[in-house]
């Protein structure tokens, strides 16, 4: 049976996240950058409102003060132009700039700058009559109107007791010399605009954790799916079994053809057997060319016993290789001198084999293996 939204109950990993991102779904809210915008616009207003106004009466007083010879020259109209771009630049450049920075921070302040060309791609789902329906009859639908009720009753009601507030204010301005009338006039609208615009700040408190909150459900995963992406990531198990057992069974063929290039094999009788090769004119200490247990080990000691390489019996010791050195690394510091006295009594059984030397004695059952290193 298919999986519904009921059974994602497990919360999303990292990588469904990320993967998310990559597809440029991330959690937005727009009344946030909305009241952003308008807050920020409504403050910039009443900052630079006094600039602006003085901009303008200086405007009008330039514009008005045209004599009748510069009114039919028109290399005074591009004099004109640039004195009015000079006054008012400043301030409007201000203002902009203060709400593109708004707006930018508006839009990244839930869910981090992101950029993605796969929200950029179009999508035959966004054209589809039956899945805009349901958008708009859905959950979200009903928030998205649920919102628009609110900001028409929040902002309707804050913006009719604003203009009761100011009203006495606003009908007397006719009474106050210019220009001190005009600069009242913008400093009234800027206090408005202001609180006008925190009318937004509730909404967007609301859809923010909101937004936060639905873009989790939408990010949730079922028990399946994070097992699938576990497998995934980890690889499938069947697959890293097998290539588990080509690996063992390459280093196997591997080893078994370095065993008749050992100079010894040192064995536990029943399970370990280690083949150590050591060239007395190199720089490297002995190294471990072949180990395995049980039928591997076995197998070492046939091949052994086929190409003449000598096997000295020591369980000790054997376990101490086996459990510390890897396939091709050298002997532990720590077990240099047992190792050392094992190959001093091969290389001379090899001798008094060939007739140049005295019999060696037995090799010592008690070799120097430190107690960290016994097994």
Known sequence: ???????????????RIEDARKKGQIAR?????????LLFSAISIFI??????????????????LSRDETYDYTHMFQAWGFALSEVAIPVISFLVITVIAGFYGSIALGGYNWSWESAKP??????????LKRMFGMNGIVELFKAL???????????????????EALHLDLELYPRNVYHALELIGWSFIIICCAMLPIAAFDVPYQSYKHNEQMKMTKQEVKDERKNAEGDPLVKSR???????????RMMQAVPEADVVVTNPTH???????????????VVVAKGVDELAMHIRKIAEGNDVPM????????????????????????????????????????????????????????????????
């Open 1 to 15: 049976m298919a999986e519904d939204s009921h059974d994602k109950t497990e919360e999303p990993t990292s990588k």
């Open 29 to 37: 809210s727009r009344e946030l950058g909305t009241a952003l915008v």
């Open 48 to 65: 630079l409102g006094r600039d602006i106004g003085k901009a303008v009466y200086n405007i009008m007083g330039r514009m008005f003060a």
């Open 123 to 132: 999508k035959a789902s966004k054209l589809s009559p039956i899945a805009g």
């Open 150 to 168: 609110a900001k028409f009753l929040i902002v309707g009601t804050i913006t009719f007791s604003v203009l009761r507030f100011f009203s006495d």
């Open 243 to 253: 290539i588990r057992k080509l690996q063992f069974q390459a280093a196997a063929k």
């Open 272 to 286: 370990y057997s280690i083949a150590i090769k050591y060239q007395d004119n190199g720089d490297r200490a002995p």
């Open 312 to 375: 000295v019996a020591s369980p000790a010791l054997a376990r101490a290789i086996y459990y510390s050195t890897e396939l091709d690394h050298e002997i532990p510091e720590k077990l240099f001198m047992a190792v050392a006295q094992v190959l001093a009594y091969v290389f001379q059984l090899k001798k008094w084999k060939a007739g140049k030397g005295h019999r060696p004695k037995s090799l010592s059952t008690n070799l120097p293996i430190p107690p960290e290193l016994r097994r």
